[in-house]
DNA sequence: CCTCTGATCTTCT
DNA sequence: GAAGATCAGAGGG
């Protein structure tokens, strides 16, 4: 008998995007490579990004371009971008394909394969250490923008896994300021990024 | 624990 | 030509 836990489909992203930032929380990122060895990590960080009106998000103002294009696209997609020069950071699209908003995953608690992750971050000292951030997981998970655009509803090499039924009560959910974007007026305070309450993997502690 | 800084290069102005 | 949806390491408390 198989118990594969079922990836999530086109249903699950293509509804708000605040929804689905909080609904990805608990499940999967799963990441199968050569051979069929898999790194896997549970998702405890979020944020929303809201465009074309949100003036953090990318797609700020119809700012469609090459880069952006993935946020275009259904729901589903994914939307590597490089950051800083050096750092991939990696998003899922939402809502439908005319609408130009995502979420990006920001930190995951390591389920499987931590050796893998660990001989990509050699550097991380702590079991926390390895997927805390948007491009510490990006590394551990080995994803750069050759996943850009990829519909991760049907890729065989990056998708995520429904570990958990049902989304997590608004009490075990913590919603802050997104981090990063103080550049971006009134939408910078704006409660859109969510942390699993409690989880040590998060990237950084939120205020009580 | 904290704050500060350098690294590094694509994207858009 | 400037500015990043970041990270790691150094140095101080």
Same mark, same amino acid.
């Given at each position: !008998?198989? /118990?594969?836990?079922?990836?999530?489909?086109?249903? @699950?992203?293509?509804?708000?995007?605040?929804?689905?930032?909080?609904?990805?929380?608990?499940?999967?990122?799963?990441?199968?490579?050569?051979? =069929?060895?898999?790194?896997?990590?549970?998702?405890?960080?979020?944020? &929303?990004?809201?465009?074309?009106? =949100?003036? &953090?998000? $990318?797609? @700020?103002?119809?700012?469609?371009?090459?880069?952006? &294009?993935? !946020?275009?696209?259904?729901?589903?997609?994914?939307?590597?971008?490089?950051?800083?020069?050096?750092? $991939? /950071?990696?998003?899922? %699209?939402?809502?439908?394909?005319?609408?130009?908003?995502?979420?990006? +995953?920001?930190?995951?608690?390591?389920?499987?394969?931590? &050796?893998?992750? $660990?001989?990509?971050?050699?550097?991380?000292?702590?079991?926390?250490?390895?997927? %805390?951030?948007?491009?510490?997981?990006?590394?551990?998970?080995?994803?750069?923008?050759?996943?850009?655009?990829?519909?991760?509803?049907? /890729?065989?090499?990056? @998708?995520?896994?429904?570990?958990?039924?049902?989304?997590?009560?608004? %009490?075990?959910?913590?919603?802050?300021?997104?981090?990063?974007?103080?550049?971006?007026? =009134?939408?910078?305070?704006?409660?859109?990024?969510?942390? +699993?309450?409690? %989880?040590?993997?998060?990237?950084?502690?939120?205020?009580?």
């Amino acid at each position: !008998m198989s /118990c594969a836990a079922p990836r999530l489909g086109r249903d @699950f992203f293509a509804r708000g995007t605040v929804a689905v930032a909080r609904a990805l929380l608990g499940q999967h990122l799963v990441r199968v490579e050569p051979c =069929d060895r898999r790194t896997v990590g549970r998702v405890v960080e979020t944020e &929303a990004y809201l465009g074309p009106e =949100d003036r &953090a998000a $990318h797609t @700020f103002n119809y700012r469609k371009t090459e880069r952006t &294009a993935a !946020m275009w696209m259904a729901p589903g997609t994914a939307y590597v971008f490089l950051t800083y020069g050096m750092h $991939h /950071c990696l998003n899922v %699209s939402t809502v439908s394909a005319d609408v130009p908003q995502a979420v990006l +995953l920001r930190a995951l608690e390591p389920v499987e394969g931590m &050796a893998q992750m $660990h001989a990509r971050r050699p550097k991380s000292k702590r079991l926390t250490d390895l997927c %805390s951030g948007p491009a510490k997981l990006t590394q551990a998970l080995d994803i750069d923008r050759g996943f850009d655009r990829a519909d991760l509803t049907t /890729c065989p090499t990056l @998708f995520f896994e429904r570990a958990r039924k049902r989304g997590y009560p608004e %009490s075990q959910i913590a919603a802050t300021p997104r981090v990063g974007v103080d550049y971006a007026g =009134d939408w910078a305070a704006r409660p859109l990024r969510f942390c +699993l309450r409690g %989880s040590p993997h998060v990237s950084r502690p939120w205020p009580d």
